[in-house]
């Protein structure tokens, strides 16, 4: 059994930053991370993925070019690295822990954190 804990998560205005982390705890060995977002009123998204050893990142494209997904295996900590942020990527993010890598479905993740709300003004 995977627990994830997200932090990071605050008020910001348009154009600032926010960096979100999420610590793992349990089997996380050699398995992709990534995280989703799910603002009122709407399905849970996709928003990045890393591979296990962090080589390889996919993006969605509403946040490609704006928002970098790290990882530190040492400290099984997954990180997303958010700039130029907007009012609608205010949300829920969720961290997740894959099954199969570059999955951008739900389904393909079998661990969930709690989520952290990041609030975007204009």
């Known amino acids: 059994q995977v627990q994830l804990v997200e932090s990071g998560g605050g008020l910001v205005q348009a154009g600032g930053s926010l960096r979100l982390s999420c610590t793992a705890s349990?089997?996380?060995?050699?398995?992709?991370m990534a995280w989703f977002r799910q603002a009122p009123g709407k399905e849970r998204e996709f928003v990045a993925t890393i591979h296990w050893n962090g080589d390889r990142t996919y993006y969605s494209d509403s946040v490609e070019g704006r928002f970098t997904i790290s990882r530190d295996n040492a400290k099984n900590t997954v990180y997303l690295q958010m700039t130029s942020l907007k009012p609608e990527d205010t949300a829920v993010y969720y961290c997740?822990?894959?099954?199969?890598?570059?999955?951008?479905?739900?389904?393909?993740?079998?661990?969930w954190g709690q989520g952290t709300q990041v609030t975007v003004s204009s």
């Open positions: 349990g089997r996380t060995f050699r398995r992709p």
């Open positions: 997740a822990i894959g099954l199969l890598w570059r999955t951008t479905d739900r389904s393909g993740y079998d661990g």
